[in-house]
Every structure is written in C-alpha cells, then in structure tokens.
C-alpha cells in the first residue's frame, strides 16, 4: 500500500479524470456549519486508491509466485490456507483455497486494501474539520497538532491491518502493534521523500 499511497499522491497531481475531482461528502456540511470531509477527498482519490491497489496488488502476487520464499510470508495468502487446513474457511464460512493461486487474488487484496485504506482517511478528516484544521494543515494547539500527527501516520495503516486480520486470524495484539508501528514509520519516510521530490506539499 505504501506503493499505491506513492502512486496516488502522483496521479493526483495530474488531470486524469478531472472531472470525478469532486468531495465525498457532495459539499454537505455537520451541524457546526462545516464539511463532514473536506473537498481534499474526492471520489477522484477514491478510484485511484481502487484502480491504483488492484494494480500493485497484481504486481504483489506476481511477485509472490515468481519467489516462493516472498510467497510463503505474505500472510493474506498463507491465512487462507491456515484456515483451510483448520476446515475453517473464510469468515468462518467459505473455502477460497483455490483462489488463492489465481492472479485474481492478489488484484482483488491490493483492491480491497486500497478502499479499505482511503475509507480509514474519513474518520481522521472529519475530526479534523470539528477541530477547524484545513486540508493538508495543521493543528495550532500543541495536544491537537500530536494527536492529529499520529493519526495521519496511523489511520489507513491501522484499517488495513484490520482487513488482513480477517484473512490471517493468527495475526496476534504484539505483531499487530509491531507491524502498525513499522507501518507508521515507513508512512512517514515515504511522505519525506515524496516532500523531496516536490510530489507533497508538507513533509509529514
């Protein structure tokens, strides 16, 4: 996701699909007379985070199957059939074993992930809208300005770790902790090097 959140960032800058550049929200405002969202997220953002994951996920899996090694530790796939060989299925319920090693599965995870990962951006901008923090701004009191810092690096991490749990159930409270961390850090040298290349307009 690191690579799609890259992707994104570039192609967001350009004026493909101009025209889908409009906010989620329809421009409607909370009862504090201010947008739910923001007009930073659009359904231009949206799509590309979609089209912009099942891309890299496809590449993902290609990757996967052309080095085994890389296969055998990629944990969406390796869950699948740990829920197999324990007769679980997924949620419980369906067997997707076989899927799993079809091309459509790594495009239809790196799908997955880029929704789930632009969705857990709402929460964050709404909050920051209640606080009258603009898009790409930050905070002016000291608390505020940490919290919002921590759930700009955490926050699509955190929903994308959540979805990899549905596939992994093995995935336990300390890994999950390490991985959102190593998430965040990695978050935060890639917006720096995004700054670098003059893609983003704050470094974090």
């Not at 599965?105 to 009258?132: D, Q, W």
Request: contains cysteine; aromatic residues 12%.
């Amino acid at each position: 996701m690191i690579l799609t959140g890259a992707l994104v960032m570039i192609l967001l800058r350009s004026r493909l699909l101009a025209g889908l550049g409009k906010p989620i929200d329809g421009g409607a405002l909370f009862a504090d007379g201010r947008p739910f969202f923001g007009e930073a997220k659009t359904w231009r953002g949206l799509l590309f985070y979609i089209a912009g994951g099942a891309a890299c996920g496809g590449l993902w899996y290609g990757l996967c199957r052309l080095i085994p090694a890389v296969y055998m530790r990629n944990l969406f796939f390796t869950g699948v059939y740990v829920r197999h060989l324990e007769g679980e299925g997924f949620i419980g319920v369906i067997d997707i074993t076989d899927l799993v090693v079809s091309p459509g599965f790594g495009i239809t995870i790196g799908l997955l992930l880029g929704f789930t990962y632009a969705v857990f951006e709402l929460p964050n901008s709404f909050l920051k809208r209640r606080f009258r923090v603009e898009a790409s701004g930050s905070a002016a009191k000291p608390l505020p300005r940490a919290v919002f810092f921590l759930l700009d690096q955490t926050d699509s991490v955190l929903g994308c770790l959540l979805l990899l749990k549905l596939f992994y159930p093995g995935l336990n409270l300390p890994q999950f902790l390490v991985f959102l961390l190593l998430g965040a850090c990695t978050h935060i040298l890639v917006n720096l090097i995004l700054f670098s290349l003059k893609v983003r307009k704050r470094a974090v």
